[in-house]
């Protein structure tokens, strides 16, 4: 019985996986000049948030894009963003440095961010 169940979790997780060209143009690309971008997913895939650089104020992310990102663009030259961990720029910080990206962020920072903001690094 244990192993019939594995076998069909198995199938199920390969008929999802085949399933993720549905959303092949999610890309790094998706993240316009001067702003900055975060994705749920590794390799800037399911877009998560996206905000013009400059600004010092957090902003949360709320429902089912809180506590999700593993991906992130920065596409300013000029600032410096940080995410944090909690909503409103509480919890653990991760710095975004200007003109700098991250396709697999390390799985401490995974799955935990609440809050961004796009000038003044963390
Ligand atoms: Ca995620
Ligand atoms: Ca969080």
Redesign the pocket.
Known sequence: MRAKTVIASATLLFAALSMTPSVANAALSECNSNNMCLWGNNDFAWLIGERAHGSTTFTNLTGDR??EMDSWANRSATYDGCMA??SNGG?DKQGMARASNDNNVSPLNSD???SFRTRNGC
Request: cysteine-free.
């Open positions: 809180n506590d961990g909690d919890g935990e961010v609440s």
